[in-house]
């Protein structure tokens, strides 16, 4: 079987305490399996009850997440679902505030490399908060 990754680093990781985003972690979680957490290169800030990241040319900067294992064939449905969700989806109206790429993360654990995908905050950060921790749970 072949597989594919998403990392995941704000209202859908498992122990994200809020009520929005809950149907969706749990349909992350049935579909795919957390490998861990991970690290990839990128600035966190808080936008509202919600993060966002952007990616970072500083080695530095680390946005701390959880990797999910996701079966090719379950990539595609998945991944129209959080594209809605996270409202970047073809019908959505433009600009949109998340866009989905595919970067380099890191498992913590064991700094294996994998390419997944991500959510990425598309809009400008300037008046946002940054969290400097890099992790939403524990800022």
Partial sequence: MRWSYLFVYGTLRSQAP???GRAMRTEIQSIGR???????QAQLYQVSFYPAAIGSENPDDQVIGELYEIAED????????LDAFEECSMTDLRPHEYDRIVS???LIENEQTYTAH???YAKDVKYL???R???FLNP
Avoid: M, N
């Fill in 129 to 131: 908060t940054r969290i």
């Fill in 74 to 81: 379950a990539l595609a449905p998945l991944l129209a679902k």
């Fill in 118 to 120: 991500i959510y990425e």
């Fill in 133 to 135: 921790s890099g992790d």
């Fill in 18 to 20: 809020q009520e929005q």
């Fill in 104 to 106: 380099t993360v890191h």
């Fill in 34 to 40: 957390c490998l861990g957490l991970a690290r990839w």
